[in-house]
């Protein structure tokens, strides 16, 4: 098994068992049930090279992680099981584009560069996560819209940029 | 579905939720959405400009020769963290080394090589555009170009050897040659008797006519051997060429063509060749090695084709051949081309036809087909026909079971009768 597998593995059981155990905690014992089957399902889809199922199950561990959240299950066990599913998403994928090459130039390399990226995007997450699940401001209901709007805005101009530039 | 958009409704229904729900805990897992975008987006070059060279080592080879590529990517851009480079090869070709596509990373002005080897089979290969992908780390955005290619190798048939053919055009050219001229000089064939005349070698004299006639000398003459004109004409018609899944009968005719076109000009005949089919693809008659180069060429990109206007051999341009010189077709034959050959033959030209038998082919490659079919013998019958009015009009006609080599077929047809092919035993 590679170093990429062995990290896929390690975040596909971390997710599930994340989830499992806030479903766990809340004593909802069938629900923890699932979510250590779908994780075994991901693993399944992910070693049969089921390219189609990747996306379904991340909507899936979405809808399970939100889920517990709106449920009031704990958030930061459900909220790092987001991010050990949303790693492994990633790196299956990535994984996929590597297999798809005849050749790979330098694959310690590109391996580490994307690993690299990715521990940047976890640990900047990691970080916002924590700082916004421990600190609670209550905002109006107009500042929550305002914001809103606002990302709205930022998010439109994003796509527009996006678009322009043909990706 | 798009990678960034499953992301970005993932997160945009994460903040309807919590907005709806006034629950900023569900807020917090569209974080993580959110922060990978923005690395995936903030990692993409941001402008793509990127070169491919393909250079070949060689241009020109032999069916079956290994030609060796190396492709060249530079990056004139910013940096690109995953490059896809897809390297395709044109139908025909085979990749015998190195990879389709590779993917690979390349700083500003950095440059990545790779090397490929690869065979083919006759014909003339424009190098395919080279297709490379620009992706960001995560693969979320991807940008697709299409860097083409000026390169071409030709893979002319390799010709194969053919003993001399007797052929005996009317008329020949003014240089010595293998081929009977009709006339008489110096040579090795006895061809006439005439008066001694001042200079003749005595060893040329016939004592026993000279005894006999008691008026003088008379002195043997032999034929003269010259190099003649030889047209080659190679039927590319659609519609006489039969075509059964990859195979086809018109590369036995190319390969035919190859070897005799080799066989003429090592003989030192001035030959030129005529590709009738979609088109009419003319080489100028020439002499020796470089003519056979151009003929090679001509073979390599020549090509079946339709053309209502010549589906018939009738607008055949034989006023291209000298007067009187040989021409040698390679054609399937259809039952329309008799009239025209015979007029062809009438014209005054020394016609040569080598069929390769559709029939034979269309057999051996449909085993269901048995070949005491009503549809086959009937088929056979027909051709017959065509076979023995062109006999009857004085064409040389040799109908070629393409699983037999020429040669073996041109052997057991060289029984000499007059310096002709004697073509009429075999059935058809």
Redesign the interface.
Known sequence: MSRLERIIWIDLILSSILSAGAYALGSQGIVAFICILAGCAWIVAFQRRWQWAGNLILIGAFLITASGVVLQFNPYLLAFSFLAALNGWDLIHFSIRVAAADRVNDLTGTQNVHLRKLLEVDIFSSLLMVLALTVQLRLPFGWILLLGMATVIVLTRLIKAIQNQNL | ?N??W?L?V?A?V??L?A?I?????????A???L??LA?G?Q??PENVSIDAVQVLDQNLVNPGDPVNAIVTITNHGSRI??L?VHIPLNPGLDRIEG???????LAPEQT?Q?ALTFTGSRGVYKLPDIEVVT?D???L???SLSLPQSGRVTIPPSPDRLRRLPIRPLETRGFAGPIPSRLGGSGTDFFDVREYQLGDPLRRVNWRITARQNRGLYTNDYELERTANVGLILDARQSSNIEIGQDTIFEYSIAAIAALAAMFLNDGNRVGLLTYGYGMEWVFPGYGKVQQDRILRALAKAETGHNFSLDSLENLPVRLFPAKSQIVMVSPLSQSDAETLVRLRARGYEVLMICPDPISFELKKTPHIRADDPAVRLARIERRLVVNQLKQSGIQLLNWDVDLPLEQILRSAQFYRGSRLNLSEKPV
Do not use: K
């Not at chain 2, 729900?21 to 897992?29: I, P």
């Not at chain 2, 990879?99 to 990373?105: G, I, R, Y």
């Open positions: 579905m990678r960034f499953l970005f993932l945009t994460d903040f939720v907005l729900l006034r629950n900023g805990a569900v807020a917090v897992l974080v993580p959405l922060i990978y690395a987006l990692a993409m963290d995953e896809e990879p389709a596509a590779v993917l690979t990373q990545g790779f992706r780390v995560f693969g955005f991807s940008h």
